[in-house]
């Protein structure tokens, strides 16, 4: 029997064991998270468990709601400690889950404690990491410098003035931060803030939006603006590929009756999305951005949990699966148009894996594993996600061009998520070569390995 927490967790094979040794030090490139670019400016401090790990975590406040915790416990205005209390009380419950496995990799990474956490360690392990943090050493800096972080891509609005960024790229940091175009507001036209949020756009571009032909000009405006920041990826995000002919008559309609407080078919909906994503995927492509795809999620499903304490609360859940068909056609429409960007697609929805990643490689070409089905994301970037994950990209790709991880957190601890992973793949080729699928080379699978772990994502996110 091993050993809790013991330093081959979660490794499987003998095999594994070596390969791992050589690559888990590597740097990480994280290039999709949801760190604040402010709070990294600022250098934010946090002095306790509760500050650094329970604020922003939504993940945590599904394990604690789950466990039937009330709300001020979890969101409320309730005491740090007793926050604290609930979730250790929770954890043990939920063996099995990634919340469990990342919360004692974090303990172990950054404390060193390797002790089980749950309501009778809870106060000792308290006060062991309230001591450790008392210094100041747990800051934002700090923490992402510790973690061997190269590079930050954090989430940006077009409408931000990336003031963070530029104080951020002058500041002589260990690592580089970068900000990530996401233009949700300006594709998802059934959402109620969508005609509020055209008008901010263009007092942000100084672009008239009433048309779709200015709503395009606007968002290349930001686009551009981004670039001089830095910015090297992007990111669109929607329940399901869009039906649409790209007609942009129709979707100039759709545009300006939405505009005006008309209701809009979905067909009117899908027209409208189906234009701006093909325009905006010609745009990447001209300033040779990575263009990320999150699709497969329903969001705010809880509405009146949303009504009280507002989005990204931990109140989403997967999708249906995926239109396959219809993001076929949107693609090829991108492709004869202008040439597909660098494009990885991730999905909530696991029946949607295999037939996308067979989609997505029907445009390889040119690059290395220009598209590519994306990390195991969300629900899914638990152990058995991962494998599922890693094992379809096998199926039908070249599993060495894969970028690997990304924490997709708001969290400055989560960079054990790396580790996580690491472990994981490391296991996973480990298992194939143990069974005679793949040559007993170290050094093959060490440069394999190292490659999705950390250089691949590096080459690949490289304007």
């Known amino acids: 029997m091993r050993k809790f927490m013991s330093d081959d967790y979660l490794i499987t094979n003998n095999t594994a064991k070596k390969i791992y040794k050589r690559i888990k030090d590597l740097p990480i490139f994280d290039y999709h998270c949801h760190l604040s670019p402010e709070e990294i400016l600022e250098d934010k401090t946090f002095y306790n468990l509760t500050e650094l790990w329970l604020l922003g975590d939504h993940y945590k406040w599904r394990v604690m709601r789950n466990y039937g915790v009330e709300e001020r416990l979890v969101t409320g205005d309730a005491p740090a400690y007793d926050k604290f209390f609930a979730f250790a009380s929770a954890l043990p419950s939920f063996i099995g889950n990634p919340v469990y496995h990342w919360a004692h990799l974090e303990l172990k990474q950054y404390f060193g404690i390797t002790t089980p956490l749950s309501a009778k360690t809870a106060k000792d392990i308290w006060d062991k990491t309230v001591k450790m943090m008392a210094d100041g050493s747990f800051s934002a800096r700090k923490l992402i410098a510790g973690s061997n972080v190269d590079t930050v891509g954090t989430t940006d609005d077009p409408t931000s003035a990336l003031k963070a960024h530029e104080e951020l790229a002058k500041a002589g940091l260990p690592f580089t931060v970068v900000p990530s175009f996401r233009p949700d507001n300006a594709i998802n036209i059934e959402k109620p803030v969508f005609a509020q949020y055209i008008n901010k756009l263009a007092a942000a571009s100084g672009f008239k939006t009433e048309t779709f032909d200015g709503l395009v000009s606007a968002l290349k405006n930001r686009l551009d603006y981004f670039v001089d920041h830095g910015c090297v990826a992007t990111d669109v995000s929607f329940t399901d590929f869009p039906k649409g002919t790209g007609d942009e008559a129709k979707a100039n309609k759709a545009l300006q009756d939405v505009l005006a407080g008309k209701k809009i078919a979905k067909e009117e909906e899908d027209e409208f999305k189906y234009c701006i994503l093909k325009r905006l995927g010609g745009l990447f492509a001209e300033r040779n951005l990575v263009m990320q795809v999150h699709t497969g999620v329903l969001r705010n499903q809880n509405t009146s949990r949303f009504a009280a304490i507002g989005a990204d609360c931990g109140i989403d859940s997967v999708g249906n699966a995926l239109d396959i068909e219809a993001g076929g056609k949107l693609f090829d429409d991108i492709e004869k148009t202008y040439g597909l960007p660098k494009t990885i697609v991730y999905t909530l929805n696991p029946n949607s894996y295999y037939p996308l990643a067979t989609m997505i490689g029907d445009f390889a070409g040119q690059i290395g594993g220009k598209l590519q089905l994306g990390a195991a994301w969300w629900f899914m970037d638990h152990r058995d996600g991962i494998r599922e994950q890693l094992h379809i990209f096998a199926d039908t790709a070249g599993l060495g061009l894969f970028n690997g991880m990304l924490t997709d957190s708001r969290s400055f601890v989560s960079y054990a998520r ?46």
């Open 418 to 463: 790396h580790d996580y992973f690491r472990r994981i793949f490391c296991s996973v080729i480990g298992e194939w070569v143990e069974a005679g699928e793949y040559p007993d080379d170290l050094e093959e699978l060490v440069t394999l390995a190292g490659n999705v772990a950390f250089y691949n994502a590096k080459k690949y996110f490289t304007r």
